[in-house]
């Protein structure tokens, strides 16, 4: 996780197409949609461990060609939609590479097991007892 988004910004290619939405008569004469492309196997900011790891992790943000796709047209300006897509990317990243704790399971201690156990004996007396005998001979 050793990357920032300076480096990064030298390993991707974007690529720009007129964005719906806000804008008005901006949106039919600018290209403000910016799609970011980013190939992982080409990287030299991760190691052959981490490209695997990214690789699994990302596997439904691939294009067919296997590169990472990231699509922003939030703003009306181009720049800061290649800013907010950078911004996506890093957090991705960042995100994937992130190792899950490995869960130990607890065991239950001899104490709590046995006020578990002596609850349990408490409320089946009490229900025994509420029972009424009947003896029918």
């Given at each position: 996780?050793?990357?920032?988004?300076?480096?990064?910004?030298?390993?991707?290619s974007?690529?720009?197409?007129?964005?719906?939405?806000?804008?008005?008569?901006?949106?039919n004469?600018?290209?403000?949609?910016?799609e970011?492309?980013?190939?992982?196997?080409d990287s030299?900011?991760?190691?052959?461990?981490?490209?695997?790891i990214?690789?699994l992790?990302?596997q439904s943000?691939f294009n067919?060609d296997?590169?990472?796709?990231?699509?922003?047209?939030?703003?009306?300006?181009?720049?800061l939609?290649?800013?907010i897509?950078?911004?996506?990317?890093?957090?991705m990243l960042?995100?994937?590479?992130?190792?899950?704790?490995?869960?130990?399971?607890?065991?239950?201690?001899?104490?709590?097991?046995?006020?578990?156990?002596?609850n349990?004996?408490i409320?089946?007396?009490?229900?025994q007892?509420?029972?009424?005998?009947?003896?029918?001979?």
């Open positions: 996780m050793n990357f920032n988004k300076a480096d990064l910004q030298k390993e991707v974007y690529k720009t197409s007129r964005s719906g939405g806000k804008g008005g008569q901006n949106v004469k600018v290209s403000t949609k910016v970011l492309l980013f190939s992982i196997d030299i900011l991760f190691s052959d461990e981490e490209k695997e990214l690789s992790k990302l943000r067919k296997g590169l990472v796709q990231v699509v922003c047209d939030e703003e009306r300006s181009q720049y939609n290649k800013e897509a950078l911004e996506k990317l890093a957090v960042a995100n994937a590479l992130i190792k899950q704790k490995v869960r130990k399971p607890l065991k239950v201690s001899k104490g709590a097991k046995l006020e578990r156990l002596g349990k004996r409320q089946s007396e009490k229900k007892s509420r029972r009424s005998n009947f003896d029918l001979n």
